[in-house]
């Protein structure tokens, strides 16, 4: 989701499975009277949804900004028979890290069975 599109989201209810890990961040006077703004004019949005949903729309934006650095190795081939590449550039550490601590929140989350 695109930064410009997040008021129309926060118009619908928020639904998705949160994580047990709490945040605290300070935030620069300027970020904070934005937010103190955004929560004036959302008032029934809870002001942890509308920082939940900035950093979720933020985090997206930058992962999909991520330069394609082109490989040699051949993955496939597109539907011209034309080779395509393996990324090597950011994005297939990021999505490998972000599995990984995916993995490791889920596990955290099982209670052993005694």
Not at 12 to 26: D, N, P, R, T, V
Not at 51 to 77: C, Q
């Amino acid at each position: 989701m695109k930064l410009n599109k997040l008021m129309q989201y926060w118009e619908k209810e928020f639904a998705g499975q949160l994580s047990e890990e709490g945040y605290q961040i300070k935030l620069s006077e300027e970020d904070a009277a934005r937010l103190e703004a955004l929560s004036e004019m959302f008032p029934k949005y809870p002001q942890e949804n509308l920082l939940r949903d900035l950093i979720h729309s933020a985090l997206n934006e930058l992962t999909s900004s991520f330069p394609y650095v082109e490989g040699k190795e051949v993955i496939a081939r597109d539907e011209e028979g034309d080779p395509m590449y393996a990324d090597i550039g950011p994005t297939p550490t990021f999505l490998t890290l972000t599995r990984k601590h995916l993995k490791q929140i889920h596990e955290s989350k099982k209670t052993p069975a005694h």
